[in-house]
C-alpha cells in the first residue's frame, strides 16, 4: 500500500532545515543558555527520523551517507578522548578548561574543552537514536 | 630507577602492538623471533644491575598514582625480585624460542605471543611491585594470563575445564590475599611491603595480624599448588608444553613463593607461618611425588614432581622462618640456611624442571604420544633427548653431579636441623621432617626414574606410536640444551650463583640480620661422609629397589578409592555450584515482566523507604512552602486522569498516547517552575520515546484481556500503592533531609570554576561529566544492544566446538 504523503514530504523539506538549525544552535547554546550536546543531538536525531518518515531508507541514505553505529562509536571516542587527553596535561581525569578570545567578525568568544565533550555526547546521541529507529522499523 | 617500571611496562607494550603488527610481521618470520627479543631486551637490562645488587643496594622509584588512598606505583629491585625477573626473563627467552619450533605457523601466534607477553609483564609486576594493590593487581593478572593459555587450545574441552580450574582456584586464593592485604593495611596503616617490614613490631600485636597471615598464605598456597589446593595444576597440562614449562613449572606457581619469601621478614616469627609453611609445604612434597609415580602421562607426571618440588621449597622457607623467631644470633645462622637452601632450590628446580619440560614436549612432538606404556627404547633414536632427559632428571632425582644434588643435600641438613630445635613445640614431632623428607625423596628417585627408563630404555613400541620418531630439530634442543648447561654448571660452580644471586636475596629475607654474608654458606660438592650423604644413599638403594619392583607394588595405589580425591570433590562442588545456581536463576527469571517490575519495586520501597524510616527523615514543614497556583491544580488533575484512564485503556495506542500525556504534562510543570533546560530534554526524549514505541508496537499483537488471579491482583495493587506513597513522601520529604552534605554548594561557583552560566550544562559536562562520559558509553551499548537483537542471526555454532 502506497499512501500519499505529498503534505508529509513537502512540509518536511523546510521543516527538516528548522530543527537541524534549532539542534545546532542549541548545542553551541548549551554552555550559558538551555541546550546542550545531549538535547542538540536529540534534536538532530529527530529530523533525521523526520526524514526517514518522509522519503525511504535508500534516498535518505543517499543524502546522508553515514554508517549511525559509526557515528555512535565516533562520539564515545570523543567524549572519553577529552577525558583521557586531559591526562597529558597533567591533570585530573575530566578537566575541562575554558578561555575567551577575540575573533573578527563575532568579537569576544568563549572557547572550552566542554564543546569536544558535548559534541561527542551529541554524536553518540544521533548515532545511538537513529541506529535504534532504523533497526527496529526496518522491514525483514 | 624509572628503567624498573619501564621493564614491566615493555611486555605490555609489545603484547598490545602484536594484534596490530601481526600480518605484516607473520610474512616475514615466525613471530615468536619479534617476541623473542622482548625477554632478551629486558634479561640483559637486568643482569646489568647484578653486581649493584650484589653489593647490597636496591632501587626503589615511585609513581604517584592515587596518592589519596597510598596506591602509588612503587617499583622496588633487590636481591629477592632479582631472582625470580632473571627466572622469568631468562627461562621466557629460552621457552619463546623453544616454541618458536613448537608451535607451527598456523596456529594463532598472535593469541598466544600476546597472552605470554602479558604473563611476563604481569609476573614481572607481581615480583618488583612495592604496593599491595599494584601487586595484587599483577597477581590476578598472572592467574587471567594464564587462564588465556591453558586454554589456548580452547577447541578442546578438556583444554576449557583445566583453565576453568586453574583460575577458579587461583583466584578465589587471590581473593583472599586481597582481604589478607587489606587487613594488613588496617594493622599498619601502609600497603608498602618495605614499610610493613620496617614497623613489623607495631604490626605484629594487632588482632588482625593472624586472620591477615592465614588470608595471605591461602593466596600463595594457591599459586604455588600446594595440597590440597595441587589439583588445578596437572589439569593445567593442557596447555601447549612452552607454557606448561613456563607457567607452570619455572614462574607462574613460584608466585605463591614469592609471597611467602617476601613475607616471611614479617610473619616470620609466628608459630602459626612456621607450622603451616613448612607442615603443608612438606604434605604437598610428600603427596606430589606419592602420585608423580603412578602418573602414565610424561607431562602429569612432571606435573606432579612440580607440585612436589614447590612443596619442598615452600617447606624450606618454613623452617627458615625460625631464624626470625630466634632473631640475630650466632646459632641462629644455622636456621637461615634452610631460606637459602630453598632460594638456591628455587633456582635449580626452574633449570631442570624446564629443561626436562621441552624434553617432554620434543618427544611429544616428535612420536606423537607422551604416554609412557606407548614409549620405550628413544635412546639410540633421540640421542640429544636422551642426554638431556638423564642430565635433568638426575638432577630432579638429587644426583651428583647436577644442581639438584646440591640444593637436596641442603634440604635434607635443614630437616635435620630442625629437630634440635626449642621453640614452637617441634621437639616433640622433629623427627616428623627428616623422615618425610626422606621417604619423598626416594619416591622422588623413583618418578625421576620412570621418567628416564620408560622413555629411553627398554623396547621400542613403534606399531603404538603414532609417527615414526626420530631427533628433534636442532632449534628445539638448544634451550633444553642451555638449562642443561645450567644443571650442570651450576654443580661446579655453585658459589658464584651464592655470592651474587642468593646472597643479597637473603638479605631481602632477612633484612634484621647485619650482614648477608654471613647467612651465605660456601656450597661445597663434596662434604665428607655425613648424615645427609647417608640419606642420600638410602634413597637410592631403596629407591631403585622401588623401581625394579615397580609393577609388584603399583596395584597399591588402587586400595584407595577414587571417589575419595580432592578432584572428586572440587567436581561436585562445581557442580553443586552450578545446579543450584541454575535452580535459584531459574526461580526469579521468569520471563514475565510484571514478575520483575515485583522485584524492582519492593527492593525500591524497601531500601528508600526503609532508609528514610531507620533515619528518621520524614519531617514535613509545609509552613515555608509556596501557595499552590490553580494552574498547577488543574495540571495534576489531568497527569492523574491520565494515569487512571491508562490503566483500563484497551489498546496499546491509546495507553501509549496517555503516557505521552504525562510526559509532557511534566515538562510543562519544568516550564512553570523556570526549568527551561529540562522542560526542553523532557519535551524531547518525550517525542523520540514516543515514535519508538508506535514503532515497536507495530509487531506486537493487540492487547489480550489479562487473566490474573485475584491475589496477584491485589498485592500488585499495594505495592503499587507503596511506590507511590514512597515517592510522594520523600518527594516531600527532601526539602527539609539534613543527613547528608548538599551537592549543590559544589554549583555556587559554576560560573567561576566553568566559565558557564548555564548550570545544568556545568553539572553535565565539569561537575559530574564523569557520569555524563558512562552514560553515554552505556547508550551506545544500548544502541548496539538493539542492532545485534534485531538485526544480527545467531550464527551456528560448529557442531564438534563444544563437544570435543
Redesign the interface.
Known sequence: MKINDVILRTVTKAVVFIILTLGVYLFFAGHHAPGGGFIGGLILASGIVLLYLAYDIETVHKGMPFDFKKVAALGVLLATGTAVGSLFFDVPFLTQTHTYINVPVFGKMGFSTVTIFEAGVALTVVGVVVTIILSISEDE | MVIVLIMILFPFVCAALIPLLYRRLRRVAHLGWFVLSVPIILFLLLARYIPQIAEGKTFIHTYEWIPSFDINFTTYLDGLSMIFALLITGVGSLVILYSIFYLSTKESLHHFYCYLLLFMGAMLGVVFSDNLMVLYTFWELTSVSSFLLIAFWHHRKASRAGARKAMTITVFGGLAMLAGFLMLYVASGTFSIRDIVANVEVIREHTLFVPALLLILIGAFTKSAQFPFHIWLPDAMEAPTPVSAYLHSATMVKAGIYIVARFSPVFGGEAVWFWLVSGIGLVTLFWGSFNAVRQTDLKALLAYSTVSQLGLIMSLFGLGSVGHYFGYAESSILYTQASFAALFHLINHSTFKGALFMMVGIVDHEVGTRDIRRLGGLMALMPVTFTIAVIGGFSMAGLPPFNGFLSKEMFFTAVLAIRDVEAFSIADLGLVFPIVAWVASIFTFVYSMILIGRTFFGKLKPDKMDKKPHEAPLGMLISPIILCLFVVGIFFFPNVLGHYILEPAMASIYPTFPSASELTPHIHAWHGINAELLMTFGVVFVGVILFKTLEKWKPLYRVFSQKYTFNTYYNRMVEFGENSSTNFTKKYMTGNLTHYFVYIYVFFVALIAGYFIWSEAFAFNFVQDSAIESYELILVFVMMFAAVWMLFAKGRVTAMLLNGVLGYSIAFFFVIFRA??LA??QL??E??TT??FL??FKYLPDLMPEITRKRVKWSNAVISIFVGATVTLVGLAVVHYDKFEPVSVYFNDAYKL?????I???I???FR??D??LE??V??I???G??TL??LKPRKEEADHENQ
Not at chain 2, 566553568?754 to 548555564?758: E, F, L
Open positions: 527551561p533546560d526542553l530534554t524531547v526524549v517525542s523520540v515514535a519508538l514503532l515497536c566553568a566559565g558557564g552560566s548555564n545544568v550544562n556545568t553535565l559536562g565539569d561529566a564523569f555524563t562520559m553515554v558509553v547508550l551506545l544500548a544502541g548496539l538493539v542492532y534485531t538485526k
